[in-house]
């Protein structure tokens, strides 16, 4: 089998881990500190990987500058604003929600930056599988209670929503070519720069350094900072970014069955039906016109 056929799912199972090392990740660092610090490792695992494996770098300051920008809407403002607005009292269901909105943000802005049509069963896979991610999380939010969620982390949520999906268009517009692992490794310095001032701002820099931060530490860099991204990467090359940005859609309800497996939440069936219906709107999103 190809990889242009495993890579999508590949993608979605180490992506939607990231909910489990969030949670997880609260326990032993404040949340802007713990991503600092993942940045910084993946930019110089990436910078030696590169060196290893003859990666060429870029010799333009624009490709590099472009590079850094997409790095800082793809990851340092997209995951610092949810990673701080979980850390706020956002339920990870209803983040999850918001994340989910991702996709139609992207097909709706894609024609404007790129010119990128969508056809009609296209949009209707887009349609369902936010519907799906809906019937999916919404029991379990409203399951929670009466809790009050602050008005502003919601916000920031959606300003993290915006920015991926700015970052996801920017990343097809300006960076159509050059290799892979050196432009991973610029953003992931793009991500830094924006993350690590926020942190010191808005933080203590506390860490409890020990086996279960090293775990998580290793596993957020390795298989999410690197694996999936430079998949998601790939997927980005190869196909439209709307089909890419579909498979988003996929996370929150694998993130659910990943929840009830590690930390006993329940996998009612709502969640099952809402990752069938994803399920499909992936599939007539991503499926080639005849």
Same mark, same amino acid.
């Given at each position: 089998m190809?990889l242009?056929?495993?890579a999508?799912?590949?993608f979605?199972?180490l992506?939607?881990?990231?909910?489990?090392?969030?949670?997880?990740?609260?326990?032993?660092?404040?949340?802007l500190?713990?991503?600092?610090?993942?940045?910084?490792?993946?930019?110089?695992?990436?910078?030696?990987?590169?060196?290893v494996?003859?990666?060429?770098?870029?010799?333009?300051?624009?490709?590099?500058?472009?590079? %850094?920008?997409?790095?800082?809407?793809?990851?340092g403002i997209?995951?610092?604003?949810?990673?701080w607005?979980?850390?706020?009292?956002v339920?990870?269901?209803l983040?999850?929600?918001?994340?989910?909105? !991702?996709?139609?943000?992207?097909?709706l802005?894609?024609?404007?930056?790129?010119?990128?049509?969508?056809?009609?069963?296209q949009k209707m896979?887009?349609?369902?599988?936010?519907?799906?991610?809906?019937?999916a999380v919404?029991?379990?939010?409203?399951?929670h209670?009466?809790?009050?969620?602050?008005?502003?982390?919601?916000?920031?949520?959606?300003?993290?929503?915006?920015?991926?999906?700015?970052?996801?268009?920017?990343q097809?517009?300006?960076?159509?070519?050059?290799?892979?692992?050196?432009?991973?490794?610029? !953003?992931?310095?793009?991500?830094l720069?924006?993350?690590?001032?926020?942190?010191?701002?808005?933080?203590?820099l506390?860490?409890d350094?020990?086996l279960?931060?090293?775990?998580?530490l290793a596993?957020?860099?390795?298989?999410?900072?690197?694996?999936?991204?430079l998949?998601?990467?790939?997927?980005?090359r190869?196909?439209?970014?709307?089909?890419a940005?579909?498979?988003i859609?996929? %996370?929150?309800?694998?993130a659910?069955?990943?929840?009830?497996?590690?930390?006993g939440e329940?996998?009612?069936i709502?969640?099952?039906?809402?990752t069938?219906?994803?399920?499909?709107?992936?599939?007539l999103?991503?499926?080639?016109?005849?």
């Amino acid at each position: 089998m190809s990889l242009d056929r495993l890579a999508p799912a590949i993608f979605v199972l180490l992506w939607s881990t990231g909910w489990v090392v969030a949670k997880y990740a609260t326990f032993v660092s404040e949340p802007l500190t713990f991503l600092s610090i993942r940045y910084l490792t993946a930019a110089i695992l990436f910078a030696g990987f590169c060196l290893v494996s003859g990666a060429s770098w870029p010799r333009d300051r624009r490709t590099i500058a472009h590079a %850094v920008v997409s790095g800082a809407f793809l990851h340092g403002i997209y995951l610092g604003a949810v990673w701080w607005a979980i850390g706020q009292g956002v339920p990870a269901a209803l983040s999850s929600i918001i994340a989910a909105l !991702q996709p139609l943000m992207t097909a709706l802005a894609a024609p404007f930056f790129i010119g990128e049509r969508l056809s009609g069963t296209q949009k209707m896979g887009l349609g369902l599988g936010f519907l799906g991610v809906l019937l999916a999380v919404l029991p379990k939010f409203f399951g929670h209670g009466a809790a009050e969620i602050p008005a502003l982390a919601i916000v920031i949520n959606m300003l993290g929503m915006a920015a991926v999906t700015y970052g996801t268009i920017y990343q097809k517009q300006y960076l159509p070519t050059g290799d892979i692992r050196a432009i991973a490794t610029l !953003q992931y310095v793009g991500a830094l720069i924006v993350t690590f001032p926020f942190a010191m701002g808005l933080e203590n820099l506390h860490v409890d350094f020990g086996l279960t931060f090293v775990a998580l530490l290793a596993w957020a860099v390795l298989g999410i900072s690197m694996g999936a991204i430079l998949l998601l990467l790939y997927l980005l090359r190869r196909g439209q970014v709307s089909r890419a940005a579909s498979l988003i859609y996929l %996370v929150p309800p694998i993130a659910a069955v990943q929840a009830a497996a590690i930390f006993g939440e329940e996998l009612t069936i709502p969640m099952i039906l809402g990752t069938t219906i994803s399920v499909v709107g992936v599939y007539l999103t991503n499926r080639k016109a005849a």
